[in-house]
């Protein structure tokens, strides 16, 4: 089982945002520190995950009744790439698996209670490729099915896991959901995460055998989309009435931040100390260098600024109990898919100019250039699948339901 970090709510007041985010910033020279072994070990190491559990990092989407903080959503991603800056694989981790308390608190009150009355300190994990096979029962569901890309799942008691449930009655439409089991009903496969970037984000496989999950700990993906979920009946904050996947693809994009300052850092000292054995030039005076410096630190500090005035935006609406409107949630949804490929494609041009230094591994530049490039496969960072989104949208047709 996880190791579980008790956490007590009398003990422990609610740090300030301006802590938090300082407290991660904090951490950067150790992340940084620990980042090969991260990498080596394929999981993010346990020590790191301690300090994440004991600076309250884990906390900030939590419901307050459950221990958490109920931050705004940029409090949370200040965090996440503060971390990422430090190891981007370490961040990414955090991201994916520190939004699922903000899932849980949209699943059922007894979902709840199962995963957090007895330690409201305990994570979980998830991977929602609807793969699963699904069968009705009285009560609930079987499950069973093979889910790869589980970030963070050692670290984690419980999983989230994607499935399509067939209908009950000819012609009715399939129905998505999140479906969420405790350790003792899956197995993780250590031995599957094997890829050349994003190492130690630990996104191994889970394995499920035909097990039973009541109907309480299913999540319709359509209750996420229409912001009406069981949970917002006791978790009644504005924060939790936003979409669901606006909080969870920016889970998936914003890592890429902190790895890009990082590359961008590690350009900055090869381009002063580096001189051409060849021609004999130095590279801070080279006119190509400079141009790619300079803008990927520029475009970082706009898709930066984008992020915060989205979910400003976001929760806007939902303190005013309003509506967000469909164009806005394309939008988003497609500005978040951007992200890492735009990310990637600066670095790659510092890259190219950087000379043979760069390509050792020992370069402080490989492991955020390969995490970056990584990243650029999760299904969420593909633009592509979003352009028709935003211009339905910008048309003013009807939306068929999607992750937005």
């Known amino acids: 089982?996880?190791?579980?970090?008790?956490?007590?709510?009398?003990?422990?007041?609610?740090?300030?945002?301006?802590?938090?985010?300082?407290?991660?910033?904090?951490?950067?020279?150790?992340?940084?520190?620990?980042?090969?072994?991260?990498?080596?070990?394929?999981?993010?190491?346990?020590?790191?995950?301690?300090?994440?559990?004991?600076a309250g990092f884990f906390r900030i989407l939590q419901?307050?009744?459950?221990?958490?903080?109920?931050?705004?959503?940029?409090?949370?991603?200040?965090?996440?790439?503060?971390?990422?800056?430090g190891c981007m694989s370490t961040g990414w981790m955090f991201g994916v698996v520190g939004c699922?308390?903000?899932?849980?608190?949209?699943?059922?009150?007894?979902?709840?209670?199962?995963?957090?009355?007895?330690?409201?300190?305990?994570?979980?994990?998830?991977?929602?490729?609807?793969?699963?096979?699904?069968?009705?029962?009285?009560?609930?569901?079987?499950?069973?099915?093979?889910?790869?890309?589980?970030?963070?799942?050692?670290?984690?008691?419980?999983?989230?896991?994607?499935?399509?449930?067939?209908?009950?009655?000819?012609?009715?439409?399939?129905?998505?959901?999140?479906?969420?089991?405790p350790r003792k009903d899956y197995t993780i496969d250590r031995d599957a995460w094997h890829v050349f970037g994003l190492q130690g984000t630990g996104s191994h496989d889970v394995i499920v055998d035909d097990v039973f999950v009541p109907e309480y700990r299913t999540h319709r993906s359509v209750d996420g989309f229409l912001c009406n979920n069981p949970g917002q009946k006791e978790n009644d904050a504005p924060l939790f009435t936003l979409p669901w996947a606006q909080v969870f693809v920016r889970s998936v994009s914003t890592a890429a931040f902190g790895g890009a300052k990082a590359a961008l850092n590690a350009a900055i000292a090869i381009a002063q100390s580096r001189i051409s054995t060849n021609t004999g030039k130095a590279s801070i005076a080279d006119p190509f260098l400079l141009a790619a410096i300079s803008k990927a630190h520029s475009q970082i500090q706009e898709m930066e600024t984008t992020l915060r005035l989205t979910f400003d935006d976001l929760m806007g609406y939902a303190e005013r109990g309003e509506a967000i409107p469909m164009e806005k949630r394309a939008l988003y949804a497609y500005n978040s898919s951007s992200v890492v490929r735009r990310l990637a494609d600066l670095v790659d041009?510092?890259?190219?100019?950087?000379?043979?230094?760069?390509?050792?591994?020992?370069?402080?530049?490989?492991?955020?250039?390969?995490?970056?490039?990584?990243?650029?496969?999760?299904?969420?960072?593909?633009?592509?699948?979003?352009?028709?989104?935003?211009?339905g949208t910008m048309l003013g047709q009807p939306v068929a339901f999607n992750f937005l």
């Open 1 to 54: 089982m996880a190791t579980v970090i008790p956490i007590t709510n009398a003990t422990n007041a609610m740090p300030s945002p301006e802590e938090l985010i300082a407290r991660a910033r904090a951490m950067i020279p150790t992340l940084k520190s620990r980042a090969k072994q991260c990498v080596a070990q394929r999981d993010v190491p346990a020590e790191s995950i301690r300090e994440f559990h004991e």
């Open 63 to 85: 419901p307050k009744r459950w221990g958490g903080y109920e931050m705004h959503p940029n409090v949370f991603f200040e965090v996440q790439k503060a971390l990422a800056e």
């Open 100 to 181: 699922h308390p903000y899932e849980l608190a949209l699943f059922h009150d007894q979902a709840q209670q199962d995963m957090w009355a007895e330690d409201s300190t305990v994570l979980a994990s998830s991977s929602y490729q609807p793969v699963g096979k699904v069968t009705h029962v009285e009560g609930g569901f079987r499950l069973s099915g093979r889910w790869g890309f589980s970030t963070g799942s050692v670290h984690c008691d419980w999983v989230v896991l994607g499935a399509m449930v067939p209908p009950k009655n000819e012609g009715d439409a399939m129905d998505m959901r999140a479906f969420l089991l």
């Open 349 to 391: 041009d510092m890259m190219q100019l950087l000379g043979g230094r760069a390509i050792y591994m020992t370069s402080d530049i490989i492991q955020p250039w390969l995490d970056l490039n990584a990243g650029r496969a999760h299904v969420a960072n593909d633009p592509a699948n979003r352009t028709g989104d935003v211009l």
